[in-house]
């Protein structure tokens, strides 16, 4: 699976947007972006994912470049209860393939 | 959504001892299941890859004779720690997909202390 670079933290002024960035730039044809967070001590929570559109649903938006080497993931009106580390993961799109999770970043809401 | 679920939540067990940590689809049938370990403040880590019916595959470094692995049915997949010791300490977490859908589903995770 192609790798992805994320800053390691950021912070988030609660209601504000949160834009999330995700470089990678050797994703190959047939993969997917996908978007997970992990909030303190539970399993990974499933966001959104696209292939090369962008897409939004109830949680979030992906921004995914043309050129498909980078995305943001985009929490319109952030809260505390956003704070989580996020991943992004490039995968093929059939569940059965394996999910190499990287560091993510870590994202501090503040009040 | 669909539901993934582990027990036990939390689980201290004493050095030398098997544990068995059970990853159940509740409202699907899960061809494919996952199992990832996480250290504190460390991403998840893949551990294995196991499909119902056939033998698990491990990645690269993970001892297939202490992480025993099974997937007996379409709804049912177990991790057993064998012969745990304190550096198997760690936050054990799995999930589940049907294989041909898109999304793969995370249990909740368990918590295992080794004394």
């Known amino acids: 699976d192609a790798k992805t670079t994320q800053p390691p933290s950021m912070d988030c002024a609660e209601g504000r947007a949160a834009n999330l960035p995700c470089n990678h730039s050797t994703i190959s044809g047939n993969e997917y972006v996908y978007w997970y967070r992990q909030i303190h001590s539970q399993g990974p929570q499933y966001i959104i994912h696209?292939?090369?559109n962008n897409e939004t649903n109830e949680m979030a938006s992906l921004i995914i470049t043309e050129d498909r080497k980078s995305s943001t993931l985009i929490l319109p009106h952030a809260t505390l209860r956003d704070t989580a580390v996020y991943y992004c993961i490039v995968r093929v799109g059939n569940g059965g393939f394996k999910t190499i999770f990287g560091a993510g970043t870590r994202l501090f809401v503040k009040a | 959504g669909a539901v993934v679920s582990q027990h036990p939540s939390r689980v201290i067990c004493k050095s030398g001892t098997s544990v068995k940590i059970e990853c159940r689809s509740l409202d699907f049938q899960a061809t494919t299941m996952f199992w990832y370990r996480q250290f504190p403040k460390q991403s998840l880590m893949l551990m294995a890859t196991?499909?119902?019916?056939?033998?698990?595959?491990?990645e690269q470094g993970v001892e297939k004779d202490k992480f025993l692995i099974n997937h007996a049915s379409l709804t049912l997949s177990t991790l057993t720690v064998t012969s745990a010791h304190p550096e198997d300490s760690s936050f054990y977490i799995c999930?589940?997909?049907?294989?041909?859908?898109?999304?793969?589903?995370f249990g909740p995770g368990t918590r295992l202390t080794v004394l």
């Open positions: 196991s499909n119902e019916g056939s033998k698990a595959t491990y």
């Open positions: 999930s589940a997909s049907t294989g041909g859908a898109n999304e793969q589903f």
């Open positions: 696209g292939l090369k």
